[in-house]
Every structure is written in C-alpha cells, then in structure tokens.
C-alpha cells in the first residue's frame, strides 16, 4: 500500500462545477496535510494546508480533514477552466522524518467550458 | 528575488558525466528540500536540511548523489557519474522549520544522454 493515494483520474468538471479530489494516507502518526497545484512544465504551487480535524476554506477551495479515516480532501467550487492541472495532496510524516513530505501521484483535473 | 530560485533550469549531460544543481532557498527559511519528480508522478523526497545540518538523506538512490549546504543558504545536488534513469526534474522546496508548508523552486529538468 502506498503511504499515500490519490484517487485516479483524470477528473473532468464543467465550468462553474465543484471538483472534488481525495486522498488517504497510512500513517496514523501524520500530522500536516497539504495540497499543491501543479501546472505543465511548472513546479508545484501551495493551495491549502490544514492541520486539524475538520474543514478549512480559502475563497474557492475548501481543505476536509478526518484523521480518524485518514482522508483528506480538497473541494473546488465554481471551477474554472484555469483549475485545470494536476493536484497534489502531500503529508509530513509523523515519528523522527517530520521534515519529508509524501505526495501522493496527483490527479489531473480539466474544467472544461 | 523572493522565491526558491534554481540554476540551471535545463541541464543536457551525457551518460557518465557528473552534474550539480543550484538551489538557493527564500531568504531565512531554514529548512530546504530535494525531490526528484518523474514524468507523470510526485515529487519523491531525496534529502533534507536544517541550516547547514543534513538531518535526513534517506531518499537518495544511490551513493552517486550527493548534496551540501555550507553555510547553510545555498544547497548544492551533485550527480556523479550519470546514468540515464537519473533523467528527471530536481526540485528544490524550502521552509521556515519544523511543519511549516514548503515552497518550492522551479526545478532543474535533467535529460541524461
């Protein structure tokens, strides 16, 4: 089992939809959790980060956190089409490697008009 | 500037050559990170730094990598010897410490001939 997994896309939404994207994690010891948005040919860009149990909203996006589950998820609503790229949701570790970051493989999002 | 900045953007080296790759960090963030991404993956941890102390290089692939922080601002990745499955893009992220989000460069796309 991978440490963490994203669900597989790609993920296809129409305009103004809301995408959402999963992701689970093995590690009960996990701490923080992360999502990064990531276009073609560019390096990966923070979108949201949440450390507790529940929800967290920024503008659009809104970052769910169940540690109970182990499942974190992102939440995009009214997508655009400049939404679309690969999403990446990372988690720091608990235990002494509390400075690696995992990412799961991504799941490509297209929004389309 | 004050993002992560990373030299070269773009490295072209034959089978066998040795390679070194520039990271220099947002000014004061202690911690800094390489990730080596394949194609269609996430980024998959190599090495980590706390100023100028490497705490955690379990993620290198073999004994042909080897990176450095001096002073601990700028990190060099050097790649001895290359082989083509080092073809990837060498990403460089840094933090102000402990769990903090980390930022991340734009990379250095590495094409092994």
Redesign the interface.
């Known amino acids: 089992q991978k440490e963490v997994e994203q669900n597989s896309g790609p993920l296809s939404v129409p305009e103004g939809a809301i995408a959402s994207l999963n992701c689970t994690y093995s590690d009960r010891g996990s701490q923080s959790f992360f999502w990064y948005r990531q276009y073609s040919g560019k390096s990966p860009e923070l979108i949201m980060f949440i450390y507790s149990n529940g929800d967290k909203e920024d503008g659009r996006f809104t970052a769910q956190l169940n540690k109970a589950s182990q499942y974190v998820s992102l939440l995009i609503r009214d997508s655009q089409p400049s939404d679309s790229a690969t999403y990446l949701c990372a988690v720091y570790a608990g235990g002494t490697s509390y400075g690696k970051l995992t990412f799961g493989q991504g799941t490509i999002l297209t929004v389309h008009p | 500037g004050a993002g992560v900045s990373q030299s070269p953007r773009y490295k072209v080296a034959k089978r066998g050559q040795d390679v070194a790759l520039r990271c220099d960090p947002i000014s004061g963030h202690v ?1 800094l ?1 390489w ?1 080596q991404q394949a194609l ?6 190599l090495t ?1 730094f ?1 100023n100028e102390a490497q ?2 290089k ?2 290198l692939p073999s004994d042909r990598f080897f990176a450095e922080r001096p002073e601990g601002s700028v990190s060099t990745l050097k790649i001895q010897r290359t082989q083509q499955e080092d073809s990837a893009v060498y ?1 460089c ?1 840094s933090s102000s410490g ?2 903090q ?7 250095t796309r590495l094409s092994i001939l």
Do not use: K, M, V
Request: proline share 8%; no cysteine.
């Open positions: 911690s990170f990730y269609g993956q996430g980024p998959e941890f980590y706390q705490l955690d379990s993620g990403l992220a402990g769990r989000p980390q930022h991340f460069g734009d990379g």
